[in-house]
């Protein structure tokens, strides 16, 4: 019994500290956003490096908590879905990790009119991913709540979808002083951005069908 | 030769150990939230304790249904049974322990010219009705209380799954206790009226005969749930578990609360001393209960597609279950009195309690063989036991030590 107990304690730790670290990247992001299009590349520098350790202990979380979860046999019956949810999320910090180090290693050069149009990219695409962590925190607690939490997540996601389109048009709209190439490589980092709330959309759909589950 | 009549009984407490056990744990070990060892330890100690503490109750009121009175008869009778359990199970019908004996002590009554006595009768067909509707009620109740536990108290769904499987553990052994204290009286009752062995000194407390023959039978069904019921356990668990976790506590518990209510002379004796009406302590169906526990939950979640074949299927063999059983152990009795000569019983000499008197009455040296054998076996399964706990605390050590390493190379 001790060591149910243990064991419990344990997992419930490792999964919430998997949450922090999730939520602590998407912040991350935005902020390492705001710093690049500050042109502060020592912030941004910094940011990539706290998004790194982030990235590698969340990773390390999801290896222990699918470990605890098969060898203790905890949650027989969802644990597939549970594991499948964290490395979804997962998924979200590591995009995350990838976009700012191709950011750092491409230094695309974004026009400054286009700074707000990024800016609220970022912004919005963040807060699609940032509403999933309580609405998968409250899977565990209150799976009655966790459909209306996600109500948020879609709604970031399609406004995401719209600022996305709206920022594409603007470059190769509205910026006949860039050539095809520079455009190409801003709708690349456009479509990076964008890909945090489709992977958040992903992980909410997946949520969405557990908690129905569990609540049966 | 009186040993080798008991192997009769003790091959229907292994059947029934072996299928029965999985009413009792297999949501458990079917989701694997308990191992199959720990869960055949902890149901093997609790059956032999419900039946040799509590067993008596349901083994009377089988003994008033028909006192067989010759040990031949009382092989005979198991035998029938067990053979039309097998080939019920062979054909995959719903079948029931508790109706097959039942059906083929009616068949010795009819062939030992003994009347059936209408009111026990009706009493034992009663509680074949009011286990599965009863069991259905419990499912509902507890299932609405457990339900409304979970909403309010927000407990984290990790810790309120440890939560489940302490109370999978806990139901499981309550289950098995009751499963021993109800069904011995399936396996050893028809054996009860024609033995009568010397008391069994163990020092700190004393075994009668009845509650020596249900020791024998509580290890025929443990060695049953220990050699076969593993896959039973696996195959109709995961069944049961597709409700949900707590759903089948609640099924475990239900069937648990049944099967006792109607095997505790207690509980019996507290309600006419308060002016209620007496318990039947009667055998009944763990399977058939579980059933109306599951349908009760399905009800109360507003499942419209109740299997109405599977009611009609149950309902079919509170019939056919005793009617063939009745008829087997008929023509088995007649074979074994008029073929081998054996002494299968005769028209009782009813005392003024209503039970035959005594046919068979072993010496000294029977008891004395039994004691050793008893002895023996009970030895036998706790060194089993402590070799399972020294496998598993091993088992632990090992896998504690692979963790540490695997997470050791990681750094």
Same mark, same amino acid.
């Given at each position: 019994?001790?060591?149910?107990?243990?064991?419990?304690?344990?997992?419930?730790?490792?999964?919430?500290?998997?949450?922090?670290?999730?939520?602590?990247?998407?912040?991350?992001?935005?902020?390492?956003?705001?710093?690049?299009?500050?042109?502060?590349?020592?912030?941004?520098?910094?940011?990539?490096?706290?998004?790194?350790?982030?990235?590698?202990?969340?990773?390390?979380?999801?290896?222990?908590?699918?470990?605890?979860?098969?060898?203790?046999?905890?949650?027989?019956?969802?644990?597939?879905?549970?594991?499948?949810?964290?490395?979804?999320?997962?998924?979200?910090?590591?995009?995350?990790?990838?976009?700012?180090?191709?950011?750092?290693?491409?230094?695309?050069?974004?026009?400054?009119?286009?700074?707000?149009?990024?800016?609220?990219?970022?912004?919005?695409?963040?807060?699609?991913?940032?509403?999933?962590?309580?609405?998968?925190?409250?899977?565990?607690?209150?799976?009655?709540?966790?459909?209306?939490?996600?109500?948020?997540?879609?709604?970031?996601?399609?406004?995401?979808?719209?600022?996305?389109?709206?920022?594409?048009?603007?470059?190769?709209?509205?910026?006949?002083?860039?050539?095809? #190439?520079?455009?190409?490589?801003?709708?690349?980092?456009?479509?990076?951005?964008?890909?945090?709330?489709?992977?958040?959309?992903?992980?909410?759909?997946?949520?969405?069908?557990? #908690?129905?589950?569990?609540?049966? | 030769?009186?040993?080798?009549?008991?192997? +009769?009984?003790?091959?229907?407490?292994?059947?029934?150990?072996?299928?029965?056990?999985?009413?009792?744990?297999?949501?458990?070990?079917?989701?694997?939230?308990?191992?199959?060892?720990?869960?055949?330890?902890?149901?093997?100690?609790?059956?032999?304790?419900?039946?040799?503490?509590?067993?008596?109750?349901?083994?009377?009121?089988?003994? =008033?249904?028909?006192?067989?009175?010759?040990?031949?008869?009382?092989?005979?009778?198991?035998?029938?049974?067990?053979?039309?359990?097998?080939?019920?199970?062979?054909?995959?019908?719903?079948?029931?322990?508790?109706?097959?004996?039942?059906?083929?002590?009616?068949?010795?009554?009819?062939?030992?010219?003994?009347?059936?006595?209408?009111?026990?009768?009706?009493?034992?067909?009663?509680?074949?009705?009011?286990?599965?509707?009863?069991?259905?009620?419990?499912?509902?109740?507890?299932?609405?209380?457990?339900?409304?536990?979970?909403?309010?108290? =927000?407990?984290?769904?990790?810790?309120?799954?440890?939560?489940?499987?302490?109370?999978?553990?806990?139901?499981?052994?309550?289950?098995?206790?009751?499963?021993?204290?109800?069904?011995?009286?399936?396996?050893?009752?028809?054996?009860?009226?024609?033995?009568?062995? &010397?008391?069994?000194?163990?020092?700190?407390?004393?075994?009668?005969?009845? &509650?020596?023959?249900?020791?024998?039978?509580?290890?025929?069904?443990?060695?049953?749930?220990?050699?076969?019921?593993?896959?039973?356990?696996?195959?109709?668990?995961?069944?049961?578990?597709?409700?949900?976790?707590?759903?089948?506590?609640?099924?475990?518990?239900?069937?648990?609360?049944?099967?006792?209510?109607?095997?505790?002379?207690?509980?019996?004796?507290?309600?006419?001393?308060?002016?209620?009406?007496?318990?039947?302590?009667?055998?009944?169906?763990?399977? &058939?209960?579980?059933?109306?526990?599951?349908?009760?939950?399905?009800?109360?979640?507003?499942?419209?597609?109740?299997?109405?074949?599977?009611?009609? &299927?149950?309902?079919?063999?509170?019939?056919?279950?005793?009617?063939?059983?009745?008829?087997?152990?008929?023509?088995?009795?007649?074979?074994?009195?008029?073929?081998?000569?054996?002494?299968?019983?005769? =028209?009782?000499?009813? +005392?003024?309690?209503?039970?035959?008197?005594?046919?068979?009455?072993?010496?000294?040296?029977?008891?004395?063989?039994?004691?050793?054998?008893?002895?023996?076996?009970?030895?036998?399964?706790?060194?089993?036991?402590?070799?399972?706990?020294?496998?598993?605390?091993?088992?632990?050590?090992?896998?504690?030590?692979?963790?540490?390493?695997?997470?050791?190379?990681? =750094?």
């Amino acid at each position: 019994m001790a060591l149910f107990t243990r064991t419990t304690k344990k997992l419930i730790l490792s999964i919430d500290e998997f949450f922090d670290n999730i939520e602590l990247g998407i912040l991350v992001f935005r902020e390492a956003i705001k710093a690049y299009l500050n042109r502060d590349f020592e912030a941004y520098e910094r940011h990539l490096k706290k998004v790194d350790t982030l990235e590698g202990n969340a990773d390390k979380l999801q290896r222990m908590i699918e470990s605890d979860m098969i060898t203790h046999s905890i949650l027989p019956q969802h644990r597939a879905e549970v594991t499948t949810l964290i490395d979804k999320m997962d998924e979200i910090i590591d995009n995350i990790k990838k976009s700012l180090n191709e950011i750092f290693t491409e230094m695309p050069e974004i026009p400054e009119k286009l700074n707000r149009d990024f800016i609220t990219l970022a912004e919005e695409s963040a807060n699609a991913a940032e509403e999933l962590i309580p609405a998968a925190r409250a899977y565990f607690k209150a799976p009655y709540t966790v459909r209306e939490k996600l109500l948020k997540v879609y709604y970031f996601e399609s406004e995401t979808d719209k600022l996305s389109l709206k920022t594409k048009k603007r470059i190769f709209q509205d910026t006949p002083e860039l050539d095809l #190439a520079h455009k190409a490589h801003l709708r690349f980092i456009v479509h990076h951005i964008e890909n945090i709330s489709d992977l958040a959309q992903r992980a909410a759909d997946l949520l969405s069908g557990m #908690a129905i589950k569990i609540i049966m | 030769m009186i040993f080798f009549f008991l192997t +009769s009984g003790l091959f229907l407490g292994w059947s029934l150990g072996a299928n029965d056990a999985s009413n009792v744990f297999g949501s458990a070990v079917g989701s694997k939230m308990i191992s199959f060892r720990k869960a055949a330890i902890i149901a093997s100690i609790f059956v032999i304790l419900g039946a040799v503490l509590q067993g008596a109750g349901a083994a009377n009121t089988l003994g =008033k249904l028909g006192a067989v009175n010759a040990i031949g008869g009382s092989f005979t009778l198991a035998l029938a049974a067990a053979l039309v359990i097998y080939v019920m199970t062979k054909f995959s019908l719903p079948v029931s322990t508790t109706q097959a004996i039942v059906g083929a002590i009616i068949g010795w009554n009819f062939f030992t010219g003994n009347a059936t006595d209408p009111g026990t009768l009706s009493k034992i067909v009663g509680t074949w009705i009011s286990g599965p509707v009863l069991g259905g009620i419990f499912g509902i109740l507890l299932f609405m209380l457990i339900s409304w536990i979970k909403k309010i108290s =927000k407990v984290h769904l990790i810790k309120f799954e440890s939560y489940i499987r302490t109370g999978l553990i806990i139901t499981g052994a309550f289950g098995a206790f009751s499963l021993g204290a109800n069904n011995i009286a399936n396996v050893m009752g028809v054996f009860v009226p024609a033995f009568n062995l &010397q008391p069994l000194d163990l020092g700190l407390f004393s075994l009668s005969s009845a &509650q020596q023959l249900f020791l024998l039978g509580g290890l025929a069904i443990a060695t049953g749930i220990i050699t076969y019921s593993k896959k039973v356990m696996e195959t109709i668990g995961s069944n049961i578990v597709e409700l949900s976790s707590e759903a089948a506590m609640v099924v475990v518990l239900a069937q648990s609360l049944v099967l006792f209510i109607f095997s505790s002379s207690a509980l019996s004796g507290f309600f006419v001393r308060h002016g209620l009406p007496a318990i039947p302590m009667v055998p009944v169906s763990s399977s &058939q209960v579980i059933v109306g526990a599951v349908l009760g939950i399905g009800i109360y979640k507003g499942i419209r597609n109740i299997n109405f074949r599977l009611l009609g &299927q149950i309902a079919a063999g509170w019939i056919f279950t005793p009617v063939v059983s009745g008829l087997i152990a008929f023509l088995m009795l007649f074979f074994i009195k008029n073929i081998f000569n054996i002494d299968v019983g005769h =028209k009782a000499d009813i +005392s003024s309690t209503g039970v035959a008197t005594q046919a068979v009455l072993p010496d000294a040296a029977t008891s004395e063989l039994m004691k050793l054998i008893l002895i023996c076996i009970v030895s036998a399964g706790i060194m089993a036991g402590a070799y399972f706990l020294l496998l598993e605390r091993k088992k632990r050590r090992e896998l504690k030590a692979s963790e540490e390493k695997f997470w050791k190379n990681m =750094k």
